[in-house]
């Protein structure tokens, strides 16, 4: 038999279930993307309205955005309570779920619903909650309220993906590295840190986005000349619905992409894919 | 290579203030020995074995070491070797960093380093794959890295919780040969855990046979077999017949029991059932009092295995039976 | 634009270094016993720029004060949540029937006088009508917004939105959430029943409304006349004039039957601890150069009777007795009473 023979009978037969897997993934795929398009199409459109089919390609919404001293000032506000976000719920967060999956905690079920409660809580109430109490205690709304409040509802990622890796982790491991001579804070910084460190940084991108893309909880958090991003541009909208948004919304997408894949790149969430 | 005694003084150890998993259990274990631990499952063995290394607390009992007490040191500073059963490789690091992990922690020099890794594992006979990563290794190269690991930093102790469980019956045969090679030729003290009676006797130069939390016999592998002290020893290694004489019972191995024509016979009966094994046949026979007994055939020449259904006679001398206590 | 930007990265900075932070807690308190602090709220978009740029440093030169401007709705809310002796705002910017919950909730005061802001005395008399707590500053009229190049007669009457050529392409609000809505609900009960408050003549004619394209707040109306999703629609006149000079073929129009105010109201929160300032800024917001510059920014009417505006703004908004006399204003105290039953009702009516 002919190699090209061999070839066709190895041939994959057609079969209706992975056809229609396909199809699935590629609408699913078409679910995420297209309003991402239309986003886009809206930010290059230059009339303040959405017009189909496209009436021209402009960038005027663009430099409306990147001259806006209120949308930049959001912008930095933004990156730089995502960043802190990210490093806090990190910390906090794997810190949590060391704890939980190890320490002998009497009612560890009860902390692990406890830690993870900020997510059952509509963002929305967290936030208002966390406004009386700022400024019941007088503390007014700081910069590091806002970060702190973003830190609640972010350390459950965190904490579920931390989780989710030391639940599969061999704790022999650890043993391993002590009988040779690891004193426990050598086993945690050279076996347990790198190994749970995918699950940690996982929940560190989706805090991090959490964080850069949270509207309900900032909405009372936020003060005057100390708005994020969403906020500015909720507010936007109600005056001025025009291009700006798209562009906004744009950038956003793109900043919150090339920050996960400069941890990609960092830390390599997908170093520890083949174990 | 250094090797140390081990000694345990009557240790006990409670899990959840319920289950005694080791139930005073005291082991004089010479410098240099292959030494096993074996039991039917849950009987103790990991539990000893981890109060050993350090990783478990006894409630009672002292653990020596080279004549020092070392119950209340913590596992880092014990300097011994240890496999696992699921090898614990670290994943994130290559062979040659897994190897070289406790020469690290001993702080020794870089250039040693190296030089003793590529020589534990040129030992193993892994040259060549220092780059890899654990996941990219068989299950016997796993092991070898493991044993590597543990070894390269020259332990006079090397602790072993059923480090061939995971392996095919080949290769784990070949690597019991392999590691008590590699055992007496450093001459380290070797605790080994199995639960595999054959592998024990196969290998080690005494065994402690647990049942329970307790140490019912410990004996060289021929004394253990020949002459088990207790019922559950005797029934626990190999076959045997447990024959009741006057109120007290004796063991009877199966191939001390002869086949003889029917009028030297000591009883009479039929094959019940023959299991071929090779060298040799083990039958069950029914004997005319209604009992069972088991008897191995060795084949020498042509002689075919009987049949089920064929009338024997057997026959045994009584110094070959062993009085058991219990 | 630089050294502010770079101020907020300096300052988010401080804040975010742990225990630094704690410190700088304090330094606004002791700042305040030099300057002190009006917190107010006010609108974003151009309004919200020329507040920024003009307006607010030329009143915190003058009063020697910083204003803090809350630009990030909801307002009322915060309001609500903060405490009644220290609350968040001093001065609230909303329109007329906002102010009439809060007022209904104590968070603001009832009325506003010539005694406390000298220049009410200059105001047309919807600014202080019973129809309002607090003081109007401006007023933009509610009317009919069209397009101009579908063919359409200029429209003059309410009942014109209900033309059959308007099928699909007429445009009104989803009434729970927004008051212009609410106020079209009010005045098709005075067009086609026996008045405002006549809200069976208002659901039937609602009704025959149908099939409408409905949006939750008037940046959209505008964006679907603009781009022609809507031929006519219910929108307030500075909604449309906005675009002046853009060429963009549309425009308002002032149904003969009355337009609807739609009312800036200014009102002071009585736990306020610089209530002088806060009727300062009232007074300020009211004073004819002040409402000259925003009411020609936005094309809002401004309240001040007094005040000039150029010819192109004159033309336009209501700046004289005659044209003010066309307002009509709902009556919010009785529509927030029913609110939840109507609410009810029309999203019954509008569903399908
Ligand atoms: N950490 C623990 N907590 C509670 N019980 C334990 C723990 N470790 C062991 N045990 C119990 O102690 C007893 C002895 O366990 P051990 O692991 O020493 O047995 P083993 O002889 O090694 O068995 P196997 O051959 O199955 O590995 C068992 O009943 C086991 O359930
Ligand atoms: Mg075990």
Redesign the interface.
């Known amino acids: 038999m002919s190699t090209a023979l061999k070839a066709m009978t190895n041939k994959r037969p057609f079969d209706a279930g992975r056809a229609a897997y396909l199809a699935l993934n590629l609408s699913l795929l078409a679910f995420l993307l297209v309003p991402i398009a239309v986003v886009l199409i809206f930010a290059l459109n230059p009339t303040p309205y959405i017009s189909f089919p496209p009436v021209g390609v402009s960038l005027r919404w663009f430099e409306k955005f990147f001259a806006s001293s209120d949308f930049m000032n959001a912008l930095w506000l933004s990156l730089w309570v995502a960043g802190c976000v990210l490093v806090l719920s990190v910390t906090i967060g794997g810190a949590c779920a060391l704890a939980l999956a190890r320490g002998n905690l009497p009612g560890r079920a009860f902390l692990t619903a406890f830690f993870m409660s900020p997510l059952m809580l509509p963002a929305i109430l967290t936030g208002l909650a966390l406004f009386q109490s700022y400024l019941l205690a007088g503390i007014g709304r700081p910069t590091w309220g806002l970060i702190l409040a973003h830190t609640l509802v972010a350390v459950p990622y965190v904490l579920r993906t931390t989780l989710a890796v030391l639940h599969n982790f061999d704790h022999r491991i650890e043993e391993a590295a002590a009988v040779l001579g690891a004193s426990p804070i050598r086993v945690f910084f050279e076996i347990t840190l790198p190994l749970i460190r995918p699950g940690v940084f996982a929940g560190g991108v989706f805090a991090f986005i959490v964080s850069f893309d949270q509207f309900p909880v900032s909405l009372f958090l936020v003060v005057p000349k100390g708005e994020t991003l969403p906020v500015v541009l909720f507010n936007y909208m109600k005056f001025d619905l025009d291009g700006a948004i798209a562009a906004a919304s744009m950038v956003s997408i793109l900043l919150a992409l090339s920050v996960v894949l400069v941890l990609e790149r960092l830390i390599g969430l997908k170093a520890y894919v083949k174990l | 290579m250094t090797s140390a005694t081990i000694k345990l003084e009557q240790v006990t150890k409670t899990f959840d203030g319920r289950v005694v998993a080791v139930d005073d259990v005291t082991l004089d274990i010479r410098a240099g020995e292959f030494f096993s631990l074996l039991g039917p499952s849950g009987c103790g063995k990991t539990t000893s074995l981890r109060m050993i290394?350090g990783?478990e607390l006894p409630d009672s009992g002292r653990v020596h070491v080279g004549g020092r007490d070392i119950t209340d040191l913590p596992?880092?500073?014990?300097?011994?070797?240890?496999v696992?059963q699921?090898y614990?490789?670290?994943?994130?690091r290559t062979v040659a960093e897994n190897v070289a992990?406790?020469l690290r922690?001993?702080d020794v020099p870089k250039p040693d380093i190296v030089r003793r890794v590529k020589a534990a594992l040129a030992q193993v006979a892994l040259t060549g794959l220092e780059e890899r990563?654990p996941?990219q290794l068989s299950g016997g190269q796993q092991q070898r890295v493991a044993l590597a690991?543990?070894l390269v930093?020259e332990p006079p102790v090397l602790?072993c919780d059923e480090p061939l469980g995971a392996l095919d019956r080949k290769l784990r045969q070949q690597m019991q040969f392999e590691l008590k090679e590699l055992q007496k030729r450093l001459g380290v003290t070797l605790v080994f855990v199995t639960h595999d009676q054959e592998e024990a006797l196969a290998m080690s130069d005494r065994i402690a046979v647990m049942n329970k939390g307790r140490v019912e016999q410990v004996g060289a592998p021929t004394e253990i077999y020949e002459r088990p002290r207790t019922r559950f020893v005797a029934d626990f290694i190999g076959e045997i017949n447990i024959l009741e004489d006057e109120g007290r019972a004796r063991a009877l191995r199966p191939e001390k029991i002869r086949f003889v024509p029917e009028a030297e016979a000591r009883v009479g009966g039929t094959v019940e059932t023959a299991n071929f094994l090779g060298g040799s046949t083990l039958y069950r026979i029914r004997t005319a009092d209604q009992r069972t007994l088991l008897a191995r055939e060795t084949h020498a020449g042509e002689r075919s295995p009987r049949g089920t259904g064929d009338p024997v006679g057997l026959a045994w001398t009584d110094s070959d039976t062993v009085a058991l206590e219990g | 634009m630089i050294s502010r930007h770079t101020m907020s990265r300096r300052k988010a900075l401080r804040t975010g270094a742990g225990l630094a932070a704690i410190a700088a807690v304090g330094a606004p308190s002791i700042l305040h016993a030099q300057t002190r602090t009006l917190k107010i709220t006010t609108w974003g978009g151009k309004w919200g720029e020329v507040m920024k740029a003009t307006v607010l440093p030329a009143f915190e030169k003058e009063f020697k004060c910083t204003v803090s401007a809350d630009q990030a709705f909801p307002f009322v809310p915060k309001l609500q949540s903060s405490p009644r002796n220290d609350p968040i705002y001093d001065v609230l910017h909303t329109n007329s029937n906002e102010q009439w919950n809060s007022f209904t909730e104590g968070l603001v005061m009832e009325k506003i006088t010539i005694k406390e802001v000298p220049n009410v005395a200059d105001v047309y008399p919807y600014a202080v009508s019973d129809k309002i707590v607090g003081v109007t500053i401006f007023t933009s009229a509610i009317g009919l917004g069209y397009r101009t190049d579908k063919g359409l007669a200029t429209p003059t009457s309410w009942k014109d939105l209900a033309d059959p050529k308007l099928a699909g392409v007429r445009g009104g609000y989803i009434i729970p959430v927004n008051s212009l809505g609410q106020a079209h609900l009010m005045m098709l009960g005075k067009v086609y029943g026996k008045g405002l408050t006549d809200l069976d003549a208002a659901y039937k004619a609602l009704e025959a409304l149908k099939p409408i394209k409905l949006v939750d707040f008037t940046g959209q109306m505008e964006k679907m006349l603009l781009s022609g999703e809507v031929s006519e629609g219910v929108i307030h006149d500075s909604g449309v004039y906005r675009y002046d000079g853009q060429n963009q073929p549309v425009d308002f129009a002032s149904p003969s039957e009355g337009v609807l105010a739609l009312e800036q109201v200014l009102n002071v929160t009585p736990g306020s601890k610089v209530k002088d300032l806060a009727f300062g800024y009232i007074d300020y917001m009211l004073r004819p150069d002040v409402q000259k510059l925003l009411a020609e920014a936005v094309w809002y009417s401004p309240a001040n009777k007094k005040v000039k505006l150029d010819a192109k703004y004159d033309a336009k908004l209501l700046t004289t007795p005659a044209k003010v006399a066309t307002l009509i204003q709902p009556d919010w105290k009785w529509y927030n009473a029913r609110k939840e039953d109507i609410d009810a009702r029309v999203t019954k009516i509008l569903k399908g």
């Open positions: 290394a990783f596992v880092h500073k014990r300097d011994m070797g240890m696992f699921s614990a490789l670290f994943p994130h992990f406790g922690m001993r990563k996941g690991r543990a930093v602790l």
